[in-house]
């Protein structure tokens, strides 16, 4: 029996680490699909900004992923890619009445990122208004950060992050200046 636990609880990392997590128990599993931000180059990749036209700024993230099973809680973080290590400071907790179903057992998750003292967000704070895209140049690269999620079941926890799912990394950036402003969603 604890070969079985430990051979499914050693699964569940390896499909962690591709974006995709499962519940050891059974009880649900889930994957990112998806990290936008409210920063867009022209390139079409999403990036994060410390300060826009001149003046420290808030970057509003929207984490899309789908779930199978029940969900009481899930906890979302912004890991950076340079140091693996989670800060307190950069994770929230939602429960499952919280998170914005767009169908199909999927849902968004959206919030506002305050790099106001270092390069990933001091504080997640959950929203639920969607700001609109702004396309922007940007330069002075600063880092990266990737979404990682947990979610409790109620008899059980599972991961997944967006680390290997094709953009699910975001750049951040130091300086970023606003071009325009497009109708698209966060």
């Known amino acids: 029996m604890k070969k079985m636990l430990l051979g499914a609880v050693g699964l569940s990392a390896v499909l962690a680490s591709c974006g995709v997590g499962g519940a050891p128990d059974g009880s649900g599993n889930g994957s990112v699909s998806q990290v936008r931000t409210e920063y867009r180059l022209a390139s079409g990749q999403f990036v994060a900004c410390d300060n826009v036209n001149n003046a420290s700024a808030t970057t509003q993230v ?54 106001a003292t270092g390069l990933l967000p001091q ?34 926890n599972y991961s997944f992050n967006s680390s290997l799912i094709p953009n699910g990394n975001v750049d951040v950036y130091a300086n970023c200046t606003v071009v325009s402003t497009t109708n698209d969603n966060v």
């Open 62 to 115: 929207s984490v899309y992923f789908r779930v199978a099973g029940s969900v009481q809680t899930v906890d979302v973080g912004l890991r950076g890619n340079t140091d693996p290590q989670y800060d307190n400071n950069y994770t929230a907790r939602v429960t499952g009445q919280q998170l914005a179903a767009i169908g199909n057992g999927s849902y968004r998750l959206t919030f506002t990122a305050n790099p």
């Open 123 to 156: 504080s997640i704070i959950v929203t639920p208004t969607q700001g609109k895209v702004k396309i922007v140049t940007a330069n002075e690269r600063a880092g990266s950060f990737h979404a990682a999620l947990t979610v409790n079941t109620g008899s059980s």
